[in-house]
């Protein structure tokens, strides 16, 4: 049974950065397509940013040029590195990971205030 963890989420200002991590156990890492979603109260859940195994990424409009995804492969580990953070990039990021089954991390909260 797979399993996500995620961590690095916290309170930041304006304009600042976070890096989240997502670390896996319980799958074959380096197959499994990861990503991360975000959701915020009252709508869908949508992609944030996503990673394949080959390394091509897709990104949404919003975030494109502010956010990266990475992965390493060596650590069973998918980041996201955020940059020029705003308010409305509050809400809590969620981990994922697809292949043959379609994992969830719990959720890690992001908070843009000053």
């Known amino acids: 049974q797979g399993q996500l963890v995620e961590s690095g989420g916290g309170l930041v200002q304006p304009g600042g950065s976070l890096r989240l991590s997502c670390a896996a156990s319980g799958i074959v890492f380096s197959v499994y397509t990861m990503g991360w979603y975000r959701q915020v109260p009252g709508k869908q859940r949508e992609l944030v940013a996503e990673?394949?195994?080959?390394?091509?990424?897709v990104y949404a409009d919003s975030v494109k040029g502010r956010f990266t995804i990475s992965r390493d492969n060596t650590k069973d580990t998918v980041y996201l590195q955020m940059s020029s953070l705003q308010p409305e990039d509050t809400t809590v990021y969620y981990c994922?990971?697809?292949?043959?089954?379609?994992?969830w991390g719990q959720g890690t909260r992001v908070t843009v205030s000053s």
């Open positions: 990673i394949t195994s080959g390394g091509s990424t």
């Open positions: 994922s990971a697809r292949f043959a089954h379609f994992y």
